[in-house]
Nanobody, 114 residues
Framework: QVQLAESGGGLVQPGGSLELSCTAS????????MGWYRQAPGKQRELVAS???????NYVDSVKGRFTISRDNGKNTLYLQMNSLKPDDTAVYYC????????WGQGTQVTVSS
């Protein structure tokens, strides 16, 4: 059974940083496309950052230069380093793996507020 478990969310002041982690079990992440999505209250879920099995990363314009997605295939873990956080980054963040199926974690809350 494939499971994804996010961690690292929390409350941070504007301008601060957080690192999210997503650890997979039941599957090796190495060959697969993975992404970080977020959903703010009243808004649709959006793809924030993604990374292929080979490593190229893509970002939504609103986080370019502030967020970095990375993966450690040996630890079966996906990361999202978030710097210069803004109140608009407040959302529940989910990791996703696209293989034969599409798998989601339970989400982790990120709140950016003074």
């Amino acid at each position: 059974q494939v499971q994804l478990a996010e961690s690292g969310g929390g409350l941070v002041q504007p301008g601060g940083s957080l690192e999210l982690s997503c650890t997979a079990s039941g599957i090796s992440i190495a060959p697969y496309f993975m992404g970080w999505y977020r959903q703010a209250p009243g808004k649709q879920r959006e793809l924030v950052a993604s990374i292929t099995g080979g490593g190229p990363a893509n970002y939504v314009d609103s986080v370019k230069g502030r967020f970095t997605i990375s993966r450690d295939n040996g630890k079966n873990t996906l990361y999202l380093q978030m710097n210069s956080l803004k109140p608009d980054d407040t959302a529940v963040y989910y990791c996703n793996l696209k293989g034969i199926g599409s798998y989601w974690g339970q989400g982790t809350q990120v709140t950016v507020s003074s």
